[in-house]
């Protein structure tokens, strides 16, 4: 899949882009994530929407307390072995709730892995690129 910018989404997909940039300039970030997601959903090699969706999913994870982080690790567990028992057969569906597991947390490995693999199997290898880089950026002593 090669990857697509601004320029070569629907009019309507570049307006939710935009919504969604807007949402998060507010303060919102919840939403502007929830709307990135949507977006990425359908077209998962739009470079600038992840980008984005990534910016947002740092400065959040950086402004969660050491309690919070110790609920979203458990939340994201959850979501992560969800997302395993779907990756052989719904690689689609384990991308989207690895999605959801960065969202709340874009540091956990397990669910970087989980998305590097299901999009593999998805044939999205720009993002399991991605994921991995994360990883790498996140972790450079981790091989």
């Given at each position: 899949?090669?990857?697509?910018?601004?320029?070569?989404?629907?009019?309507?997909?570049?307006?939710?882009?935009?919504?969604?940039?807007?949402?998060?300039?507010?303060?919102?970030?919840?939403?502007?994530?929830?709307?990135?997601?949507?977006?990425?959903?359908?077209?998962?090699?739009?470079?600038?929407?992840?980008?984005?969706?990534?910016?947002?999913?740092?400065?959040?994870?950086?402004?969660?307390?050491?309690?919070?982080?110790?609920?979203?690790?458990?939340?994201?567990?959850?979501?992560?072995?969800?997302?395993?028992?779907?990756?052989?057969?719904?690689?689609?569906?384990?991308?989207?709730?690895?999605?959801?597991?960065?969202?709340?947390?874009?540091?956990?490995?397990p669910a970087l892995n989980l998305l590097s693999e299901a999009a593999e199997k998805a044939g999205v290898l720009l993002?399991?690129?991605e994921a991995m880089e994360l990883v790498k950026e996140f972790y450079?002593?981790?091989?």
């Amino acid at each position: 899949m090669e990857k697509k910018e601004l320029k070569n989404l629907s009019e309507g997909q570049r307006k939710n882009f935009l919504y969604a940039k807007s949402v998060y300039d507010k303060g919102d970030s919840e939403y502007a994530i929830l709307l990135l997601n949507g977006l990425l959903k359908k077209e998962p090699a739009f470079v600038e929407g992840r980008i984005l969706l990534r910016n947002i999913e740092r400065a959040k994870s950086a402004s969660i307390s050491s309690f919070g982080k110790v609920i979203s690790d458990v939340k994201v567990s959850m979501r992560v072995m969800k997302g395993k028992s779907k990756l052989g057969k719904e690689p689609e569906a384990a991308m989207d709730i690895a999605e959801e597991a960065l969202a709340m947390n874009i540091k956990s490995i397990p669910a970087l892995n989980l998305l590097s693999e299901a999009a593999e199997k998805a044939g999205v290898l720009l993002v399991a690129i991605e994921a991995m880089e994360l990883v790498k950026e996140f972790y450079p002593d981790n091989e």
